[in-house]
């Protein structure tokens, strides 16, 4: 599937450190921004895409230091990596933009920080996975992959996708294998240091749209403490619009893309 929506893709570029930052947009209507997660790219999303594009503008970058994207400038922070995407935004969408923002996993954060420089340039924010809201943080330790080749490398991207990215390892197809081998390949920032702490939490009184929240049920950075995290964003955000998707893990909208669409679709019509 990411090569048909490749192909479908306008691709967009705008500056980013000493290059560029990619972006891809399908499909017309209101708009709708989707950040991916840490050592992923725009693929993350492949599941979604052409559901959303049916009836709006989607618009998914690789963020700055991963995919075809090139380093931000200075050192990597969600703040820094969101006035990179900011500025991109003004340069593709113009100044009277107005645009729906999902955030997955470090996406979530960098979203946070987005949504509170965009303003009311942002009509909803929607976070999905999301970290750095002030809680322990639950590691997963995952087999190093760099030595590895053929099927035995093939073999740790599948067991790094049960660890953390899924919940039934069954749903692991040969379409998330090669979108693990690409995204791994392509990452040079390393997100994972950026993910704890209370970075998104902080910017949540800063943000002047309506917070909506998904979890996949058995999320491996959250289970079982996903109640806890939402409770965090009821208290900052009383507005909030919150889904549990059960049995589905981290990757929620790639293993459960039906419920995860539906669910998203009604935040985004609420």
Same mark, same amino acid.
């Given at each position: ?67 075809? /994207?090139?380093?931000?400038?200075? =050192?990597?922070? !969600?703040?820094?990596? $969101?006035? +990179?995407? @900011?500025?991109?935004?003004? &340069? ?103 993910? /704890?702490?209370?970075?998104?939490? =902080?910017?949540? !009184?800063?943000?002047? $749209?309506? +917070?909506? @929240?998904?979890?996949?049920? &058995? ?52």
């Amino acid at each position: 599937m990411p090569d048909s929506l490749e192909r479908t893709a306008e691709r967009l570029t705008t500056p980013c450190g000493d290059g560029e930052m990619v972006w891809r947009r399908w499909g017309s209507g209101s708009v709708l921004v989707l950040l991916h997660g840490g050592s992923g790219s725009w693929r993350h999303w492949a599941h979604n895409i052409a559901h959303f594009a049916a009836t709006r503008t989607v618009i998914a970058p690789d963020t700055p230091g991963l995919g075809e /994207s090139a380093r931000p400038p200075g =050192d990597p922070h !969600p703040s820094s990596i $969101a006035a +990179v995407m @900011a500025a991109g935004l003004a &340069r593709i969408l113009g100044p009277d933009r107005h645009y729906d923002l999902v955030g997955f996993s470090f996406g979530a954060n960098c979203a946070a920080h987005l949504a509170a420089l965009e303003g009311a340039h942002i009509r909803s924010l929607t976070i999905v996975g999301a970290a750095s809201l002030g809680l322990p943080r639950i590691g997963v330790e995952l087999v190093k992959v760099r030595s590895k080749q053929g099927e035995e490398r093939r073999e740790a991207h599948r067991e790094n996708l049960a660890r953390l990215m899924f919940h039934d390892r069954a749903l692991i197809d040969d379409e998330a294998l090669a979108i693990q081998e690409w995204n791994t390949v392509h990452a040079r920032l390393v997100s994972k240091g950026l993910a /704890s702490g209370s970075s998104l939490k =902080d910017q949540l !009184p800063k943000i002047t $749209a309506p +917070v909506r @929240a998904i979890w996949g049920g &058995r999320d491996a950075v959250a289970w079982p403490h996903i109640e806890e995290r939402l409770q965090v964003l009821r208290d900052a955000r009383p507005e909030l619009r919150e889904k549990v998707i059960e049995g589905a893990g981290h990757w929620v909208m790639y293993e459960a893309p039906t419920a995860f669409n539906t669910a998203l679709e009604a935040m985004l019509e609420g």
